[in-house]
């Protein structure tokens, strides 16, 4: 008797914390029907798809229940800055601990969101981005040519170009950020890379608490080696004076961090650093095959930079600041698919204006969560036709770069956002976008790359990955691949080819 007491106070109790109602001046609220899970599930399996349909019921604001918490989700780009610009009722960095203890089992002492962003732009910016962009570039054209990839460069070999992009980029990355490439071998390379895409490939469970029984202890196996494979005591070689990671790890330890604090963050910096640039190769090399008047329109701007070095150069970095046709084309691959949320923990009640007047109240203890792969990067009233690649969305007549889109009739100041805003907006992102181009340039100069089969269409987004950065496809695209018998003073020479979508 005096436990079914106990329990149907427990029931009560539980749902009066999970009933609420919508206030006076509040968002519309759509709790859904599953008590305490709300639409937690709907949302995991297809944000896109879910807050789409949220958008058609309630309009450009709304707050939906997902897992026991509230989240208002804001989706008129006019009105963002009403949540970018306040950091005294809104809070970035709360939110962002919580994953990171959940995903990497990482707590930082004394962690300071300002002083490491504040050191991270020092490596992402001036001559420092220079150093970092020429010895990105090396090591991609060392491992181009490793026997690795090529057993001979002159044989075709084949691979799915995910597997391919993420492969090269990830080694590359890991070397200029983590390693020493005289140093560090193939099998250590490989060992890290198969870890880390087993990791990233739970990441999206791990992050909403989804795991199964088995994935769990996968993801913390996973861990464990990732951690171990990252110490110094296992990574081949030491790191060379003033490198990125030695005076990562000194910043670490600045902030009062132990070894095994400084261990774990180094897989959160791997994660961080190396999970965007080869999906978003995959996809902007996949648009480019897919899409031969991208490709003809790319490869006549390559050819009109009269590149004179060969592969095994440095490629100058003052001539990626002059490439119109390649950074539409990039812009417009980003905006369909890179899909970040951002959002924000409600610390004190707010009252919220919209750019068109209308005033929300957000409760303190809620969270706020842009989401601008709907709108503006997919809104149809923002860019015709979103949902096709076109390569010269971003370009003025003229030539040059289109910033003028619209919403409302008004002038969008964010018309699309891959890296965030705001004074969050991503570090590195000018890393990110260098190395990008870096790596289309030289696969499109240095290699011979087509498609299986000339018919092939891109595959289809992984839709768990909504809110991840840049999307993975669920599937993947044929290639097949070999070095251009290049002449030793010219990048652009054309090798042989054996369909009209060859690079």
């Known amino acids: 008797m005096m436990w079914t007491i106990v329990l149907l106070l427990l029931l009560l109790l539980f749902l009066f914390v999970s009933t609420r109602s919508r206030s006076k001046n509040e968002p519309p609220l759509d709790k859904g029907w599953i008590p305490w899970l709300g639409h937690a599930i709907e949302f995991a399996k297809d944000a896109a798809k879910f807050l789409t349909r949220m958008k058609m019921k309630h309009g450009d604001i709304f707050t939906v229940r ?201 897989l959160l910096q791997l994660w961080t650093t190396q999970c965007n640039a080869g999906p978003a190769a995959f996809w902007f090399l996949g648009f480019l095959l897919t899409n031969p008047e991208a490709l003809r329109a790319v490869k006549e701007e390559i050819d009109s930079l009269s590149l004179h070095a060969g592969c095994q150069q440095r490629l100058p970095l003052d001539q990626l600041q002059h490439t119109p046709v390649l950074d539409s084309a990039l812009n417009e691959t980003l905006r369909l698919t890179a899909a970040v949320t951002i959002t924000r923990e409600v610390l004190q009640d707010k009252t919220l204006r919209m750019a068109d007047g209308q005033e929300y109240r957000l409760r303190r203890g809620d969270r706020v969560c842009l989401f601008p792969y709907l709108s503006p990067q997919m809104d149809p009233e923002v860019h015709h036709k979103p949902e096709k690649f076109k390569y010269d969305r971003f370009l003025n007549m003229d030539g040059t770069e289109k910033k003028d889109f619209f919403k409302h009739g008004r002038r969008l100041k964010y018309y699309t956002m891959p890296w965030g805003a705001g004074k969050n907006i991503c570090v590195g992102r000018h890393f990110a976008v260098s190395i990008i181009k870096q790596f289309v340039l030289t696969v499109l100069t240095c290699m011979d790359l087509e498609l299986c089969d000339p018919n092939a269409a891109m595959p289809p987004v992984n839709t768990s990955r909504y809110g991840f950065g840049m999307l993975q496809p669920n599937g993947e695209l044929e290639i097949r691949y070999r070095l251009k018998r290049l002449n030793p003073t010219s990048w652009g020479s054309e090798g042989s080819s054996c369909s009209n979508t060859a690079l």
């Open 66 to 266: 997902v897992a026991g918490h509230y989240v208002t989700v804001l989706l008129d780009p006019n009105s963002y800055d009403a949540v970018l610009q306040d950091s005294v009722s809104l809070d970035f960095s709360r939110y962002a601990q919580v994953l990171m203890q959940r995903i990497f089992s990482v707590q930082l002492p004394n962690h300071d969101p300002a002083a490491q962003r504040a050191w991270m732009q020092q490596y992402f910016q001036g001559e420092s981005l220079a150093h970092l962009s020429y010895v990105m570039q090396r090591n991609v054209l060392s491992l181009l040519s490793s026997p690795e990839i090529l057993q001979n460069p002159t044989d075709w070999k084949r691979d799915g170009l995910f597997s391919f992009c993420y492969g090269l980029l990830f080694r590359a990355g890991y070397l200029t950020l983590f390693g020493r490439e005289h140093s560090c071998n193939s099998s250590e390379l490989t060992a890290v890379y198969e870890e880390f895409r087993k990791f990233d490939g739970l990441l999206s469970k791990i992050a909403r608490s989804t795991l199964k029984r088995d994935e769990k202890k996968m993801a913390c196996v996973l861990r464990e080696r990732l951690w171990d494979l990252l110490s110094p005591a296992q990574r081949c070689g030491t790191a060379e004076p003033g490198s990125w990671q030695q005076n990562y790890r000194q910043h670490l330890r600045d902030e009062g961090a132990d070894e095994e604090t400084q261990r774990r963050a180094m």
